[in-house]
């Protein structure tokens, strides 16, 4: 294979990871060991109502129970959490006087749980800590258990939590928010529904992706992010065809873990500003969301990294033929992955309720992100609304690139 050297990223770059990961099968058995490494006394469980019902939590709270430890339960996290969510839940964690979160779920619940750490002993509003570095310690311990293959943030130092006033995603990044520790157990995520397997597991996929075209990638998260991806496509569609497969399973927690790493030390990018104002907006799965702009954003970014598309392609085994140039690889990339998406069934955009006179609020939204300068190819609003309005009317990504 004839690769050519492409690294457009930062340098001189910075590189941390402070969680300690327990991974495998039974790695959910370590949180005792685990709670006892953080000296936990009071622990609030940050859950969602589904994962209390599927009967997972119970293991946990016995186990806790059996130890001595204080346990109280907030389980009213829901899809794109917000700031009364956190508020409410820091509320009850205060008045019990907790010590340590312990958040387990997708990443509304993990984020959910970064949030009240980071406002429970600072006793203010979440949305206080907008941006990066602004978090002020001391910030009580989180340990994250993640029940989706999909989230990354069991091992990232950011929460995003919607601004319900300005219906905006607020990216809260802080070294404070990472998690202590991390048990990722595949066993956990065998029930996952098949369209949750589908979405988280994209999710996922543009974390590597976009970890790696971000213009703040490095080479330690290139190597990360090209693992992640080349685990997330050979795994993906078997793990939504048979969710009992615990290989399967496995290997797209894995991807998912290698790929939080990626994208927390580089960024999102172009895919997930575009899916965080859908989320904040219209309340729409972030999963979902970038699963309908991640070929969109691909395609726009192709003339400015043909090369790192091209990467992204052999590393997801599109093609074995050496013999393209790397525009003309990246466009069967853009086209594979757009694929890859419509056999999925996730839905498209117009189907989650938005209307076109939507479009113009949701660009300068995404324009606002974070993640906006960190798109490998400049980006203005009105560059955001002509992608959403090519996703809105499911043009043939490729079609203006
Ligand atoms: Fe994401």
């Not at 790696?212 to 685990?231: G, H, K, V, W």
């Not at 997330?232 to 399973?249: K, M, T, Y």
Request: hydrophobic fraction near 45%; glycine fraction near 8%.
């Amino acid at each position: 294979m004839n690769v050519r050297s492409s690294f457009t990223g930062c340098s001189p770059f910075d590189f941390s990871l402070p969680t300690r990961i327990h991974f495998g099968a039974g790695a959910r058995h370590q949180l005792p060991g685990a709670l006892l490494d953080c000296q936990a006394r009071r622990i609030l469980v940050v859950t969602d109502k589904g994962i209390m019902n599927t009967g997972l939590v119970n293991p946990f709270l016995e186990q806790m129970s059996q130890l001595g430890l204080s346990v109280t339960v907030f389980d009213d996290v829901k899809a794109n959490p917000t700031e009364q969510t956190v508020n409410r839940a820091a509320m009850l964690a205060r008045h019990q006087e907790v010590d340590t979160v312990l958040a387990i779920g997708g990443g509304s619940s993990l984020d959910t749980g970064k949030g009240v750490a980071a406002v429970l002993l600072n006793n203010c509003n979440i949305l206080d800590f907008e941006g990066q570095d602004m978090v002020k310690p001391p910030v009580p311990p989180v340990l994250a258990i993640p029940t989706t293959a999909g989230t990354g943030s069991e091992v990232t130092s950011w929460a995003v939590i919607t601004d319900t006033k300005n219906r905006f995603k607020a990216g809260i990044g802080s070294r404070h928010l990472a998690p202590a520790v991390a048990l990722l157990d595949p066993e956990l995520t065998l029930s996952l529904p098949r369209s949750l397997t589908a979405s988280t597991g994209i999710d996922a996929l543009t974390h590597a992706i976009e970890g790696f075209t971000a213009r703040c990638a490095n080479p330690i998260s290139d190597a990360l992010a090209l693992q992640a991806m080349e685990l997330i496509a050979q795994n993906l569609e078997q793990a939504v065809a048979n969710g009992q497969d615990l290989q399967a399973r496995e290997a797209m927690l894995l991807g998912s873990l290698l790929a939080g790493i990626a994208f927390g030390n580089a960024d999102t990018a172009g895919v997930h500003s575009m899916a965080e104002a859908l989320g904040a907006m219209f309340d729409v799965p972030h999963g979902e969301a970038n699963a309908i702009f991640l070929p969109y954003v691909l395609a726009y970014n192709l003339p400015e990294i043909p090369e790192r598309i091209e990467r992204i392609g052999r590393a997801m085994g599109f093609s074995s033929r050496d013999d393209r140039a790397p525009a003309e690889y990246g466009s069967l990339t853009v086209q594979k992955l757009h694929g890859l998406i419509t056999r999925l069934g996730i839905p498209n955009l117009e189907a989650t309720g938005i209307t076109r006179q939507d479009l113009p609020a949701l660009a300068e939204k995404a324009f606002q992100n974070l993640g906006t300068p960190d798109n490998a190819r400049v980006i203005d609003a009105q560059g955001y609304l002509e992608l959403f309005t090519r996703a809105f009317d499911r043009s043939d990504p490729l079609q203006k690139a």
